[in-house]
């Protein structure tokens, strides 16, 4: 089944705390990025990267960090978690396509608390 | 920057009522939109996209979506909402030919039966 997974679901943790948020894809897709959502702002691009070892800046970077060793996974790394990095991630993936909508699919969410 | 409006933040209609949702968008050039659709404790799921051509775009469970290039526009539309569409709703925007896409803050509908 093609999707999209994300680990973990849930997580609590206390500042400074370093964790890793993995993301998997199944579809060979090149393209995948993060996002995070809360409430009244809708989704905001964390990072997205168009390759393997290819990263670039979303809109909301501060305090986040990326790796793409591998084309399937595209970990989000917080080194030092803070209150406000509290939200619900989104990991979405999209094919590199030479012509069509690039659509995303995405994965089912971390909910993460940062106490 | 990109930006992505989406007027109405909530929205409250009875069974059957028509449905449109705004979303207008900033960006001069070539773009793909969409509209994805959140139900309650789910991810999202994408009801429709446009990227070129016929500028009506129909997607799943009968919500179809307008593109107005000279208005920016990309509202979504449904002709009689059920009560399994309360959801949120949100547009999309990706531009610049990379993966630099744009959500706006989301519209939550409740249908009341």
């Known amino acids: 089944e093609a999707q999209v997974t994300q680990n973990p679901r849930y997580l609590i943790t206390v500042t400074g705390k370093k964790l890793t948020v993995t993301c998997s894809q199944n579809?060979?897709?090149?393209?995948m990025s993060w996002y995070r959502q809360d409430p009244g702002l809708g989704l905001r691009q964390i990072y997205y990267s168009m390759n393997v070892e290819v990263t670039d800046k979303g809109d909301v970077p501060e305090g986040y960090k990326v790796s793409r060793k591998e084309k399937r996974n595209f970990p989000l790394i917080l080194e030092s978690p803070s209150p406000n990095q509290t939200s619900l991630y989104f990991c979405a993936s999209t094919p590199g396509l030479a012509g069509g909508a690039r659509t995303q699919y995405f994965g089912p969410g971390t909910r993460l608390t940062v106490l | 920057a990109q930006s992505v409006s989406q007027h109405n933040h909530h929205v409250i209609l009875s069974e059957a009522a028509s449905l449109e949702l705004g979303c207008n968008y900033s960006y001069g050039g070539t773009v793909n939109l969409f509209w994805y659709v959140q139900y309650p404790g789910q991810h999202l799921q994408l009801l429709l996209k446009?990227?070129?051509?016929?500028?009506l775009v129909k997607g799943i469970k009968g919500f179809e979506a307008e593109f107005i290039k000279s208005k920016f526009s990309f509202n979504l539309r449904k002709p009689s909402v059920q009560w399994s569409d309360t959801a949120e709703y949100f547009c999309?925007?990706?531009?610049?030919?990379?993966?630099?896409?744009?959500f706006g803050t989301g519209t939550k509908l409740q249908v009341i039966p």
């Open positions: 999309a925007v990706l531009s610049g030919g990379y993966q630099k896409v744009t």
């Open positions: 579809m060979n897709h090149e393209y």
């Open positions: 446009y990227f070129s051509g016929d500028p």
